[in-house]
């Protein structure tokens, strides 16, 4: 089982530059999350979507959108990069039907605005 | 605001015990998760408290305290692969995550 996949695994963009952020998961589940990851801060949540069709702002939203047009794809746009936006971004889902809901993540996209 | 704390880095020897504490403010508690994050790979779930007491899986156990908004997660038997990163994250009345910065754990032989 893949579970979650995310691409690219790394890039390099200029400021100004758009970018989208791909992240596919095959376990069916409802829930899909985005967060950074930067060094020194737990990680924080940009945005979120608890079903298709539905999403939400977390923490951090401002420079960020999503979508979720369907219930394995949940992309990340950046519409115009600044280098503040420099960081390593994670993809999660969760099955929010279970007891414990806990949240499985991709392997996570390294990104480097310059 | 929302507050969680976790030692920055703490260091233990190969095949002994080691406790990493956790402590947090929120808003609302529907539970604290403690996942494992090993340097440059994605953090993985370890374990989940939502009543307070000693939750055992394995070589690694995790305790809550509620009233106190206090947990901590025990590892015993320390191995090398046990490096990483322990990150702590509690869930808020809203049914998000609060993570904390995580905590290195750093084995030496």
């Known amino acids: 089982t893949a579970g979650i996949t995310q691409a690219p695994t790394s890039q390099i963009l200029a400021a100004g530059r758009s970018m989208t952020l791909r992240c596919t998961q095959d376990m069916r589940h409802n829930a899909m999350y985005w967060y950074r990851q930067d060094l020194g801060l737990g990680l924080r949540l940009i945005h979120y979507?608890?079903?298709?069709?539905?999403?939400g702002k977390g923490e951090v939203p401002d420079g960020y959108s999503v979508s979720r047009a369907n219930t394995d794809d949940f992309p990340l746009t950046l519409a115009s990069a600044v280098p503040s936006q420099t960081s390593v971004y994670f993809c999660a889902s969760s099955d929010e039907t279970g007891d414990v809901n806990e949240q499985f993540f991709g392997p996570g996209t390294r990104l480097t605005v310059l | 605001g929302q507050n969680i704390d976790q030692p920055t880095e703490m260091t233990a020897t190969e095949g002994a015990i080691v406790q990493i504490n956790c402590t947090y403010q929120t808003s609302g508690f529907n539970g604290l998760f403690w996942y494992q994050q090993h340097a440059g790979e994605a953090p993985t779930f370890l374990s989940y408290?939502?009543l307070d007491g000693l939750e055992e899986k394995g070589r690694f156990s995790s305790f809550l305290s509620r009233s106190k908004g206090y947990s901590y997660l025990l590892l015993k038997e320390l191995q090398m692969k046990d490096s990483a990163s322990y990150l702590c994250a509690v869930m808020d009345s809203n049914y998000q995550l609060i993570w904390g910065a995580g905590t290195k754990l750093i084995i030496k032989p």
């Open positions: 979507s608890n079903t298709a069709g539905t999403t």
């Open positions: 408290n939502v």
